[in-house]
């Protein structure tokens, strides 16, 4: 039996502009819990029997790029070299080479493999043929069904392309953000809009199984006429999928360091109601050209065939392997991150350790509420999932929270077995996943 989970105060009535902080919600608890202290719990787990029934993602970081862009928090160097990334490869490897050794990775086959980064197509082609023929080696590819992979438009000629599908590619995801070359320059972008035409016909005849792109709404020196001029080529282009965020400015990117110099608290970015509009604006362009919303930064063009299998097996409880410099993974209910810095982490793999510097054990309640609130991002949900899966009566637990997001107009009931985000609850969702966290993580505002 679960007690009821009553809804946080109501915050004070506030104007919305963006201030620093992230607020997107991408994984449970929040990252602050996870300790140093819990470490040997990932290595306890490791030495268990695989399970049976439990896929197994991989994810690899390719913290390089060819430059910063001033709204980036992730971990990414832009003055490596050949040599160097080498060395970051064979140090990657080493470390996958460990976690395949043990009894809980042993003999287990990838399910969806993801590069991120950083820029993956940073790489060159050797390189890349290089790190994957040694990952498929270590953890086998076969009858994976996704491999997915982030790039960065500049960074790919047509012989880029034509490796990164042979070492097969399934899902490539170009970073495209924006169509107007000042406002990518603006932002610290280092690819022009003439680079993702040529690589987005490229990549398309080289017959890619799913082409995503991403867009922000909310760029610094964003226009209303410009996120239009955006949503209209995006149509025209015609890839699978778009996936549209909403401009946060992070406590360790460019914007945030020259607010701090300034003395600034408001972002010198759209506040929240506008880029909450544009979304929706966007959502409803993209559905008069044929596509679906699917989640509330998502839409597809045809759901029945593109699928983002990494995100939803994630989120379903799936088993991540995650290798490289401040990676995030997850095994057997255990988060586990690497070390933030390059330097600390080529000397742990060095030394023959795992590079980990913090973890966090969930417990069965924390997995429940992990997996409800990233799915509600998908937009609907049916409570009889939830009380399968896990034994919980959704509707009596968040009683209180449904009762007044629906008054609010966030919600819809809908019969007995399916709950929906309205349009404006959806373009909300990540501040609405806070209702739903445990009492002892809500006093995190900001998710960081």
Not at 82 to 109: F, H, L, T, V
Request: include cysteine; charge should be negative; glycine fraction near 6%.
């Amino acid at each position: 039996m679960s007690a009821v989970i009553d809804p946080p105060p109501a915050p004070a009535p506030k104007e919305e502009k963006t201030e620093a902080g992230n607020y997107f919600v991408s994984n449970y608890p929040p990252f602050s819990f996870w300790k140093p202290d819990q470490v040997a719990l990932v290595h306890d787990r490791l030495a268990t029997p695989a399970p049976a029934d439990v896929p197994l993602g991989v994810y690899f970081h390719i913290p390089f790029c060819r430059k910063r862009c001033h709204f980036c928090y992730f971990k990414v160097y832009t003055d490596k070299n050949a040599n160097e990334i080498r060395a970051y490869i064979n140090a990657g490897m080493k470390e996958m080479a460990q976690y395949a050794a043990q009894p809980y990775i042993n003999g287990r086959k990838a399910h969806f493999v993801y590069f991120g980064g950083g820029t993956p197509s940073y790489l060159s082609v050797p390189q890349l043929r290089e790190l994957t023929n040694r990952m498929k080696d270590l953890v086998s590819w076969d009858g994976c069904a996704e491999v997915a992979f982030e790039a960065e438009p500049g960074t790919l000629s047509d012989t880029k392309l034509e490796g990164i599908r042979e070492i097969g590619v399934t899902r490539l995801s170009l970073g495209v953000e924006n169509f107007d070359d000042h406002i990518l320059e603006s932002n610290g972008r280092a690819h022009r809009s003439g680079e993702i035409d040529r690589a987005f016909t490229h990549a398309r005849s080289l017959g890619f199984e799913h082409i995503n792109i991403d867009l922000i709404a909310g760029m610094m020196n964003e226009t209303e006429e410009n996120w239009k001029t955006c949503i209209k080529k995006a149509i025209d282009l015609g890839p699978d999928a778009i996936t549209i965020y909403q401009m946060e400015v992070p406590y360790n990117t460019t914007i945030y360091q020259r607010m701090k110099e300034e003395g600034k608290v408001t972002a010198p970015v759209a506040d929240w109601p506008t880029k909450r509009r544009w979304v929706s604006e966007a959502f409803d362009e993209f559905e008069k050209a044929g596509y679906t919303v699917t989640s509330a930064t998502t839409v597809v063009k045809d759901p029945e065939r593109i699928k983002f299998v990494y995100r939803d097996e994630l989120w379903d409880g799936a088993d991540l392997l995650s290798c490289g410099v401040a990676s995030f993974g997850h095994l057997g209910g255990i988060h586990y991150q690497n070390q933030a810095d390059v330097a600390p982490y080529m000397e742990a793999v060095d030394a023959g350790k795992l590079p980990i510097f913090r973890a966090y054990q969930t417990n069965e309640e924390e997995r429940f509420v992990r997996e409800f609130v990233l799915k509600l991002k998908l937009g609907s949900f049916r409570p009889s999932y939830y009380e399968k899966k896990f034994g919980r009566r959704v509707m009596d637990i968040y009683s209180n929270q449904f009762q007044h997001l629906v008054t609010d107009g966030f919600i819809q009931i809908v019969g007995e077995d399916e709950v929906r985000l309205t349009r404006e609850g959806l373009l909300q969702a990540d501040r609405l996943c806070h209702e739903f966290f445990l009492p002892q993580h809500r006093q995190y505002a900001r998710y960081t």
